[in-house]
């Protein structure tokens, strides 16, 4: 689910800045992310997950999200969150299928 977009060109120009497309996207899934947010309140400040679709400076579009290595690593272990591995694996091959199928020419 998508909770929201953050259009950050958008925000720019309407104070009469130019910038490339930039926009983040806030999402999730309400079923596996409410269990955790009310066993771990804090962990809210860094899910739910954001993935930025911006563009550079030649037009090309790129896609950056943080790993889910980065997120059990970092994000998961400051807010005294234990992941299984098996988990922590499954939802990376998630992430790496969305962003292939949305990148995809």
């Given at each position: 689910?998508?909770?929201?977009?953050?259009?950050?060109?958008?925000?720019?120009?309407?104070?009469?800045?130019?910038?490339?497309?930039?926009?983040?996207l806030?999402?999730g899934?309400?079923r596996?992310?409410?269990?955790?947010?009310?066993?771990?309140?804090?962990?809210?400040i860094?899910l739910?997950?954001?993935?930025?679709?911006?563009?550079?400076?030649?037009?090309?579009?790129?896609?950056?999200?943080?790993?889910?290595?980065?997120?059990?690593?970092?994000?998961?272990?400051?807010?005294?969150?234990?992941?299984?591995?098996?988990?922590?694996?499954?939802?990376?091959?998630?992430f790496?299928?969305?962003?292939?199928?949305?990148?995809?020419?």
């Amino acid at each position: 689910m998508i909770f929201a977009r953050l259009d950050h060109a958008a925000a720019a120009a309407a104070v009469g800045l130019q910038m490339p497309r930039e926009t983040v996207l806030v999402f999730g899934n309400p079923r596996i992310g409410t269990p955790n947010f009310l066993k771990y309140p804090t962990l809210a400040i860094d899910l739910p997950i954001k993935a930025l679709v911006w563009q550079d400076a030649s037009g090309q579009v790129w896609l950056s999200y943080n790993s889910q290595k980065y997120l059990t690593t970092a994000a998961y272990t400051r807010h005294g969150v234990t992941l299984d591995q098996p988990l922590a694996d499954r939802i990376e091959r998630q992430f790496a299928e969305i962003a292939d199928a949305v990148t995809k020419e």
